[in-house]
């Protein structure tokens, strides 16, 4: 007769696996006893802490063409092998717990801090993404910059790379030319402001009014 024992707890014989959730190292010990016939077997299961990475970036946007540099930082607890990658290559081996790293783009990436677990396995990873993007641009213009009362006078405006365009407050398109037929009987200001991925720009024009001529007849 055949008895089998799992960390000394009688285990059906026909049974061949168990699922275990480990929360620290142990040790199991199999043990098949048949007659006065005793084979054992030990099996150890270490237990390892998960890594903990924390990566930050001083900026997640850049300004195309201004050269701009941005300061990466990690902190990785219980690792084996600490990584940092730039479009899956790798910029620096063997890195400290604990570091920072400084650099200037000029086109969108993905930086990767990987590390090891001190299983000396698997891998955790913790990525950032830093986009390289235009500022917006603005071209504002008036064709009179001194007006009569209810003379009609033209705005201009284009802008690139724009998320919203706005005219004195109105949301406007992104290029256009407005005439304003009835012209303005004081000096009036005409504000664009023009909101990118950075924040927002504004130009002003100032229309500024001329009295109409008087004749008197003598």
């Known amino acids: 007769f055949t008895k089998v024992f799992f960390n000394g707890k009688v285990v059906r014989t026909k049974s061949n696996k168990k699922t275990l959730n480990a929360t620290s190292s142990q040790q199991y010990i199999l043990e098949v006893v ?116 209810n003379i009609p006078f033209t705005l201009k405006w284009e802008t690139e790379n724009a998320k919203v365009v706005t005219l004195n407050g109105k949301v406007v398109a992104a290029r256009e030319v407005k005439t304003i037929d009835k012209g303005v009987d004081k000096n009036t200001k005409y504000s664009l402001l023009v909101t990118d991925e950075f924040g927002t720009k504004t130009e002003e024009l100032m229309v500024k009014m001329l009295s109409m001529p008087k004749i008197e007849t003598i």
């Open 34 to 149: 048949n007659g006065q016939k005793i084979t054992k077997r030990t099996l150890k299961v270490d237990v390892f802490e998960k890594p903990i990475i924390k990566f930050t970036s001083s900026s997640n946007k850049l300004r195309k063409g201004k050269n701009e540099e941005i300061e990466l930082k990690w902190e990785v607890k219980h690792a084996d092998q600490i990584k940092l990658l730039c479009k899956n290559k790798i910029v620096k081996d063997n890195l400290t717990s604990q570091g920072f790293y400084k650099c200037n783009l000029d086109e969108d990436s993905v930086f990767t801090i990987r590390a090891k677990a001190l299983d000396k396995k698997t891998i955790f990873e913790e990525k950032i993404k830093i986009e390289v993007l235009p500022e917006a641009t603005i071209k504002f213009e008036v064709d009179k910059e001194y007006v009569f009362p």
